[in-house]
């Protein structure tokens, strides 16, 4: 599904060619407002128009910009003022957004979103209720030493037994604070459904499920406890040989890394893919551990949702080509993507379409995962659909309703984990 498609006017063209061709200015610079130690100041959001293609919002996003929103004939982008005045230097028209400074968002109540402590409160009390169902394992730590966490899921938990096994991450993206509630509404649904619910038990049966909550704990930290959000995206890792902090985590994974004009190389920048493909520590953490997952060198995840806001969004690979097809994702496996991707965004009511429907991306989670591990790995963009609707940071009231949206999804996620291909009829030909 392609709804952006629309015939580009002959002014947006020309607003985006002058973008181009001032695009050398922007070399080395970035659209992160401060990277200091002591944090960004105030940004707020902004609406570029005259961007109807997804060639012209890659152009945009090749100044280092990160995007935030895709509208029909425009995008909502985070910047501060210098960032403003660089993107007007170079032709795009910016209007501001009122009331999305980061620093009139805050939630509803302290206890809105659970912070990083809460959150393991949390997975260790469950995981105290269905011993038998529930294992933690510590894969790693942060940059600045915090526990990353998976959570498996499943009947038997303490055994590794030969069944499919299914990965949720979630909170790559430091701000993106609904994902870390998404990944306790999952275990808490798994968990209390199992025994009372024919179709969870027959998927925890016959399934193993790795939750790992946050894949950014430094970046959440940051971004949630400090009275007030910060507006943060990327870790908390320090960039050699420069005072700027933070990597994009979701363009430093190690396919097709900083190839196709997807990422930025410049450390200021939103989308900075870090000097090396899984630099970030956090990176290499959740990539190691998927690696660790490969028995007899098969790998046993087979599928996997990574979760992000905002959009109400369900995309696949791949991300660095506009092409549907590329090396290593033939006809029949973007056949499959498509038509679990659309299912799902049948259960939730998001938009399905291809990563790269938006704007080109590369170094993500989806490309690596699928590309380098032959994992059926999806995006889920939460809600809201729209700024309008709280942006990164919706009001508390609203989590239990979005988290819930997800859970049909989840489960046509685990039903297909033994066979992708069963969606088109080809499970004879594949599994």
Not at 179 to 199: C, D, H, I, P, W
Request: net charge negative; proline share 5%.
């Amino acid at each position: 599904m392609r709804p952006f498609s629309r015939t580009t006017s002959a002014r947006r063209a020309r607003t985006a060619a002058a973008a181009l061709v001032a695009l050398a200015l922007a070399a080395g610079l970035g659209t992160q407002a401060t990277a200091s130690p002591s944090g960004p100041p105030t940004v707020q959001q902004w609406e570029v128009t005259g961007l109807d293609s997804a060639t012209e919002r890659t152009a945009l996003t090749r100044t280092g910009t990160a995007i935030d929103e895709v509208r029909p004939d425009s995008v909502v982008i985070t910047a501060g003022d210098a960032d403003v005045r660089r993107l007007r230097s170079l032709g795009y028209e910016l209007s501001a957004l009122p009331g999305t400074s980061a620093a009139d968002v805050r939630p509803t109540a302290p206890s809105d979103y659970h912070t990083y402590a809460a959150t393991l409160a949390e997975i260790n009390a469950v995981r105290a209720q269905y011993p038998s169902l529930v294992t933690t394992r510590v894969i790693g730590r942060s940059y600045q030493g915090r526990d990353i966490v998976a959570v498996k899921v499943s009947a038997n938990a303490a055994t590794d037994e030969a069944e499919p096994e299914v990965l949720f991450t979630h909170n790559q993206h430091a701000r993106e604070h609904l994902t870390v509630e998404m990944a306790l509404r999952t275990l808490n649904v798994l968990t209390s459904g199992y025994g009372s619910n024919a179709r969870i038990t027959q998927l925890l049966n016959s399934r193993e499920v790795w939750i790992i909550p946050s894949a950014n704990p430094d970046g959440k930290v940051y971004d949630q406890e400090s009275g007030s959000f910060r507006s943060w995206r990327k870790n908390r890792q320090p960039t050699p040989g420069s005072s700027l902090i933070g990597t994009d985590l979701n363009r430093n994974w190690n396919y097709r890394w900083g190839c196709c004009g997807g990422s930025s190389s410049s450390p200021g920048s939103e989308t900075y893919r870090g000097p090396s493909a899984e630099s970030g520590t956090e990176t290499r953490v959740v990539a190691d551990f998927v690696r660790g997952r490969r028995v007899g060198g098969v790998q046993q995840i087979t599928a996997h949702i990574d979760f992000h806001t905002y959009g109400e969004l369900v995309l696949w690979p791949y991300g660095y080509t506009y092409n549907r097809t590329g090396p290593g994702l033939t006809a029949d496996d973007a056949a499959a993507f498509e038509a679990l991707g659309e299912e799902m965004a049948g259960s939730n009511g998001y938009t399905p379409q291809q990563s790269s429907d938006l704007y080109i991306t590369d170094g993500s989670i989806n490309d690596w995962l699928w590309g380098d591990q032959g994992i059926f790995s999806y995006t889920f963009e939460m809600y809201p659909r729209g700024a309008s609707g709280g942006g990164f940071y919706p009001p508390g009231n609203v989590i239990a309703r979005e988290t819930a949206r997800n859970d049909a999804a989840v489960l046509l996620l685990l039903e297909y984990a033994d066979c992708v291909y069963r969606i088109t009829g080809q499970e004879d030909t594949y599994c």
